[in-house]
């Protein structure tokens, strides 16, 4: 794994490269760079599944972490590939013609974070929230308790003593 | 023979419904032919699918964004929800992620119980499915059957945890506790049962007519395909690929236990079903060797500090076990704090439901897309979790 990352570093300027452990190692590339290196890893290297793509929001920071975890099936071995994007206007090259679910994922990460991936097929189509106006819920700034505050009316409640209510209904005249 | 296909225009197929040769039928949300909650889109021109959109939504309860909010053992009765027929594979994948980022290992004895309660759990929802896929095409009498032994299963799990959907058993750094006073007896006994049930269902299904003549042919996944879609689990090994985690890179004791991954060919609903049912065996098998050689002395768990006050140190991890749908896995984001910074659920249905299911679905009979949806064995929860 250690060698792979080596020989791939000085090409597709990888960076944090981390080795958790010897079969799983994350690495951070650059946006311009991620189809290149997906491919090469993909036709070249075995690393022919996609097991997950997600986003992580480091607020914080100002910016999004979209990671893309392969996995190789004769080594054994999974590589995480993290890139960065800002939180506003956030974009990234699609990988629908890699791997097909991609596809799903991108529609996904487009709807809970709103990260664009242009070209790929069904993006601006609701995939979870049907007639969804708020901002995406998956980020880490949207609290779910305030926006439902601010949406949904409380329900009109009446609060009674349980002891007193009964005594109240049953015997007035007391 | 007349083409039913649409014509494509700008590389997307146009109909038009006031043609009348078209229909727009949905399937699900409420349907019997629709596993769990959410449904497809159908295009149909006569009897056959012309084009299939699955859609989902309807069950979204926002799991990984109720993690974030939460400390690790708050999230904890969380996860097993995400799965209703088999929730210990969730279980199972929070408590290793965690304890992966703590740097724990636990207690020789609980990897033993973990990996006897997963197997339990796999025998359940086989079960369970073998039913599904006989109602599916028309076969109800086996899905009664099955459901009652599978709620034999549930008793198992009523005795030894106390609980029968949502055991809550794994706890991170371990197990809650061993086995009850004449549970092994017990389960023999329910073992013995649903060993018997699957000799009754070869007869009833595996060598019934309509059934052969009606999945075989249908859904064909092919090796080119795997990797294209992201299929595992029996998908893939029912076209005669041997992928199986508990085998490739072993977790818990699965390494101490003697079996091989269950393949056969044809990559169609039927030899998906083959292979459910030979699992069944091979699970019937393993709960038996894990009984006989399990330490039964030893302690459960090893000894935490105030978990509600766990920090857990920075950084990721990803842990993945075999469900009995395939590769479930956990990525998990810690940022030092007491809370994830992120859970991503990876569940097989993703993919099997949706960009597998959309592509396989065309050109088949409406009355087999029920057969072809359950064959891919999915679970909506894990798509929109």
């Given at each position: 794994m250690q060698e792979l990352l080596d020989n791939l570093k000085e090409l597709y300027a990888l960076n944090g490269i981390t080795l958790r452990n010897p079969s799983l190692a994350w690495a951070e590339v650059t946006p311009e760079r991620l189809v290149g290196l997906l491919t090469q890893l993909r036709d070249a290297h075995g690393f022919t599944h996609l097991v997950l793509m997600t986003c992580v929001d480091w607020l914080e920071d100002g910016r999004f972490q979209v990671t893309y975890l392969l996995h190789n099936y004769t080594t054994r071995q999974d590589l995480g590939l993290h890139v960065y994007v800002g939180r506003t206007a956030s974009e990234l090259p699609s990988i629908h013609t890699l791997w097909e679910q991609g596809r799903v994922y991108q529609q996904e990460l487009h709807e809970m974070f709103g990260i664009y991936f242009p070209g790929s097929p069904g993006l601006g189509e609701p995939m979870i929230l049907e007639s969804w106006d708020g901002p995406p819920p998956m980020r880490r700034d949207f609290d779910t308790r305030v926006y439902s505050e601010e949406t949904y009316s409380h329900r009109q409640r009446t609060h009674h003593e349980p002891e007193q209510h009964m005594k109240d209904r049953l015997y007035p005249e007391d | 023979m007349e083409n039913l296909y649409p014509p494509i225009v700008d590389g997307k197929s146009v109909y038009d419904l006031d043609s009348q040769k078209y229909l727009k039928m949905w399937q699900g949300p409420q349907h019997p032919g629709v596993t769990g909650n959410m449904s497809l889109e159908l295009d149909i021109s006569g009897d056959q699918v012309v084009k299939c959109k699955a859609h989902v939504g309807y069950l979204h309860r926002g799991f990984e964004?109720?993690?974030?909010?939460?400390?690790?053992?708050?999230?904890?009765?969380?996860?097993?929800?995400?799965?209703?027929?088999?929730?210990?594979?969730?279980?199972?994948?929070?408590?290793?992620?965690?304890?992966?980022?703590?740097?724990?290992?636990?207690?020789?004895?609980?990897?033993?119980?973990?990996?006897?309660?997963?197997?339990?759990?796999?025998?359940?929802?086989?079960?369970?499915?073998?039913?599904?896929?006989?109602?599916?095409?028309?076969?109800?009498?086996?899905?009664?059957?099955?459901?009652?032994?599978?709620?034999?299963?549930?008793?198992?799990?009523?005795?030894?945890?106390?609980?029968?959907?949502?055991?809550?058993?794994?706890?991170?750094?371990?197990?809650?506790?061993?086995?009850?006073?004449?549970?092994?007896?017990?389960?023999?006994?329910?073992?013995?049962?649903?060993?018997?049930?699957?000799?009754?269902?070869?007869?009833?299904?595996?060598?019934?007519?309509?059934?052969?003549?009606?999945?075989?042919?249908?859904?064909?996944?092919?090796?080119?395909?795997?990797?294209?879609?992201?299929?595992?689990?029996?998908?893939?090994?029912?076209?005669?690929?041997?992928?199986?985690?508990?085998?490739?890179?072993?977790?818990?004791?699965?390494?101490?236990?003697?079996?091989?991954?269950?393949?056969?060919?044809?990559?169609?609903?039927?030899?998906?079903a083959k292979v459910r049912w030979r699992e069944v065996y091979q699970s019937i098998d393993l709960i038996r060797q894990i009984l006989k050689n399990m330490p039964r002395k030893g302690p459960l768990h090893i000894t935490l500090p105030n978990v509600l006050h766990l920090k857990v140190p920075a950084g990721e991890t990803y842990v993945r076990a075999e469900s009995t749908r395939g590769e479930y896995g956990y990525y998990m984001v810690s940022d030092g704090s007491e809370y994830p910074r992120k859970v991503t659920v990876r569940g097989p249905s993703y993919t099997h439901a949706m960009a597998l299911l959309e592509h396989l679905a065309v050109g088949v009979n409406t009355a087999d897309v029920a057969g072809l949806m359950v064959s891919l064995h999915t679970y909506p929860p894990e798509i929109e979790r």
């Open positions: - | 964004k109720l993690m974030e909010r939460r400390r690790y053992i708050n999230c904890f009765p969380i996860v097993c929800r995400i799965c209703v027929p088999e929730p210990d594979t969730n279980e199972y994948l929070f408590a290793a992620a965690m304890e992966d980022l703590l740097g724990l290992d636990i207690p020789e004895r609980a990897k033993w119980l973990r990996t006897l309660n997963l197997e339990l759990s796999r025998l359940a929802s086989f079960v369970m499915w073998l039913g599904g896929q006989s109602g599916a095409f028309g076969m109800g009498t086996v899905a009664q059957w099955c459901l009652a032994h599978r709620d034999y299963v549930l008793d198992l799990f009523e005795e030894w945890t106390g609980a029968r959907i949502y055991h809550m058993y794994m706890t991170p750094g371990g197990v809650r506790g061993g086995l009850p006073e004449g549970w092994d007896a017990h389960a023999e006994k329910v073992l013995d049962g649903i060993y018997k049930l699957l000799d009754e269902i070869r007869h009833v299904m595996f060598n019934n007519a309509i059934f052969k003549q009606r999945a075989k042919g249908l859904g064909v996944i092919t090796p080119d395909m795997f990797d294209r879609f992201g299929i595992v689990g029996p998908n893939v090994r029912g076209s005669g690929s041997t992928r199986d985690i508990r085998k490739d890179t072993p977790y818990l004791i699965y390494d101490q236990l003697d079996f091989e991954a269950v393949t056969e060919q044809g990559g169609d609903v039927y030899a998906r």
